[in-house]
């Protein structure tokens, strides 16, 4: 569970409701209609937009900024590493009995692929294909959010303009005028709220996880090539171990690169 997409989510909120009641205009944020404008005319207009399995699986993918990303990258060059060194002494075939112990299909492919006997640059350019093609998918997702977070703004424009139309027929009324202009503004208020609290966010940290998952299956990339060219593990060591941050490669530095 990733705690910080929850202090971001439930502490934006609080802040700006925080700020609203020591204003005094906390009570007037609360409005049924302009939720409904703005929040269900920006996501029906999605349906215009892009596929329906798409519109409708949006929140699972949206629900994943709560999930940690974590691709065990530490873990992975210890594998690829070891991985080496026992096809180095015992010969790529030995590597089999390896296979169904790993979850990972993208790395399980790869050894498959080098077991097999298949050449480097083949190897290559099918992973990299596979690592383009899950690379697109998540930046559909990703733009299908900053999409959501373009309309919802213009939505509460919308609803503005519609409350303001409102305001303006019953213009006699001059009682009426300052709540039904802060019903009117409501709107833009959630518009706002919407892409810059919410959906801006979330495509953000999406962005994020998906450079992350880049990164690791260009390192499983890297180690398998070099199972399959016969590198030394100590200079393979020393190539993946660049994929990592600063301090799980200074752990690592001393246990795979030795003299």
């Given at each position: 569970m990733?705690?910080?997409s929850?202090?971001?989510i439930?502490g934006g909120l609080?802040i700006?409701?925080f700020?609203?009641?020591?204003?005094?205009?906390?009570?007037?944020?609360?409005?049924v209609?302009?939720m409904?404008?703005?929040?269900?005319?920006?996501?029906?207009?999605?349906f215009?937009?892009y596929?329906?399995?798409?519109v409708?699986?949006?929140?699972?993918v949206?629900?994943?900024?709560f999930?940690?990303?974590?691709?065990k990258?530490?873990?992975?060059v210890?594998k690829?590493?070891a991985?080496?060194?026992?096809?180095?002494?015992?010969?790529?075939?030995a590597?089999e009995?390896?296979?169904?112990?790993?979850?990972?299909?993208?790395?399980r492919t790869?050894?498959r692929?080098?077991?097999?006997?298949?050449?480097?640059?083949?190897?290559r350019v099918?992973?990299?294909?596979?690592?383009?093609?899950?690379?697109?998918r998540?930046?559909?997702w990703?733009?299908l959010v900053?999409?959501w977070?373009t309309?919802?703004?213009?939505f509460?424009m919308?609803?503005?303009?519609?409350?303001?139309?409102?305001?303006l027929?019953?213009?006699?009324?001059?009682?009426?005028l300052?709540p039904?202009?802060?019903?009117a503004?409501v709107?833009?208020?959630?518009?706002s709220?919407?892409?810059?609290w919410?959906l801006i966010?979330?495509?953000s940290?999406?962005a994020?996880?998906?450079?992350?998952?880049?990164?690791?299956?260009?390192?499983?990339?890297?180690?398998?090539?070099?199972?399959?060219?016969?590198?030394?593990?100590?200079?393979l060591?020393?190539?993946?171990?660049?994929?990592?941050d600063?301090?799980?490669?200074k752990v690592?530095?001393?246990?795979?690169?030795?003299d």
């Open positions: 990733d705690i910080a929850f202090i971001g439930f609080g700006v409701f700020g609203a009641f020591v204003g005094g205009s906390l009570g007037g944020l609360i409005d209609p302009s409904f404008i703005t929040i269900g005319g920006s996501y029906m207009c999605l215009l937009t596929p329906l399995s798409y409708i699986g949006i929140f699972k949206m629900g994943k900024v999930k940690v990303a974590d691709y990258e530490k873990e992975m210890q690829l590493v991985l080496s060194e026992k096809s180095r002494r015992t010969g790529l075939l590597l009995e390896e296979i169904q112990d790993f979850e990972d299909d993208f790395l790869g050894l692929n080098v077991i097999d006997g298949i050449d480097g640059a083949a190897i099918s992973m990299e294909n596979e690592l383009t093609q899950m690379e697109e998540h930046n559909k990703i733009s900053n999409a977070a309309l919802a703004p213009g509460g919308l609803g503005t303009v519609i409350g303001l139309i409102g305001m027929l019953n213009i006699e009324d001059k009682s009426s300052g039904n202009m802060a019903v503004l709107t833009t208020f959630y518009g709220m919407m892409a810059n919410l966010p979330i495509a940290k999406l994020y996880q998906n450079n992350l998952e880049v990164r690791s299956k260009e390192m499983i990339i890297e180690g398998i090539l070099g199972i399959q060219s016969g590198d030394h593990p100590r200079i060591a020393q190539r993946l171990l660049t994929y990592l600063p301090k799980d490669r690592l530095e001393s246990e795979l690169v030795k």
